[in-house]
């Protein structure tokens, strides 16, 4: 997998991608980079526990988990990065990291309902149906329930959908053309497995596409993901039986 720790840059983001699927995390990263600023670099990692492809509650609950003691990891091999962005549509261990970060922290779901509301009211088009009450849960945790008019689930998951492009493409251009309801000013395709497929399905749908992986790394650059509490990186909480690196955390 690339990585930039080694290039002399200004700024550097760190993905993490809570899926462990080396695959999704490899989309992501060709699908960011060409994103970057002059000046910025954009490590990546891979978490060594949990699902291949976050779809349910309990994959997302353990994902959480990985992401922490992955984000501990990279802190003991590298220096601290300038903003983390949490690679699934669904932001497992957003809160969590963010308390313990002294750094920005922002995820797929959330950077994207930030550019989305930028517009008005949107909706969320996706893969997976499992996810569609977890998405409105987070939605209304953030602050954009409101403005969240529709979620529009495939019953394919991230994983089958990034598995088949072809299939991805048509059933997608179907979801999104059916959640271009009355009051939607945008969509956002959501899911780390469907990163660069808004561009092309945006010929096919009316109103704007936002590709969530591509958002995720804007709100970081453009500094719009929500400031650190703390100064230092650390857990508030004293935790047991953890990992070396995450205990070296530990306050």
Known sequence: MPDTTEMAVQQKFLLINPNTSEATTLKLYE????????????????????????????????????????????????????GVLIGCFGDPGLFAL?????????????????????RGSFAIVTGGLRWKPMLQRLAMTLGFGEALLHIETVTPTGAMLQADPAMA???????????????????????????????????????????????????????????????????????NHLSPAMLRLAD
């Open 98 to 118: 963010r308390e313990s970060s002294a750094c920005k922290v922002t995820g797929l779901a959330e950077a994207s309902f930030m550019e989305a509301s930028e």
């Open 31 to 82: 699908n960011l980079l060409p994103l970057l600023p002059v000046g910025c670099g954009l490590d990546v990692r891979t978490v060594s526990k949990g699902a291949p492809y976050i779809a349910c509650e309990a994959s997302h609950a353990v994902a959480a988990s990985a992401l922490l003691e992955t984000w501990a990891d990279y802190l003991s091999e590298q220096n601290a990065p300038d």
């Open 169 to 239: 493409i048509e059933c997608l251009t179907q979801a999104c053309q059916d959640a271009s309801l009355p009051g939607v000013r945008s969509i956002i395709l959501g899911g780390a497995g469907l990163a660069g497929l808004a561009s092309v399905i945006q010929p096919h749908v009316d109103l704007p596409l936002i590709d969530s992986a591509q958002a995720g790394l804007r709100v970081l650059i453009k500094g719009g993901a929500p400031d650190p509490t703390r100064s230092t990186n650390g857990f508030v909480a004293h935790l």
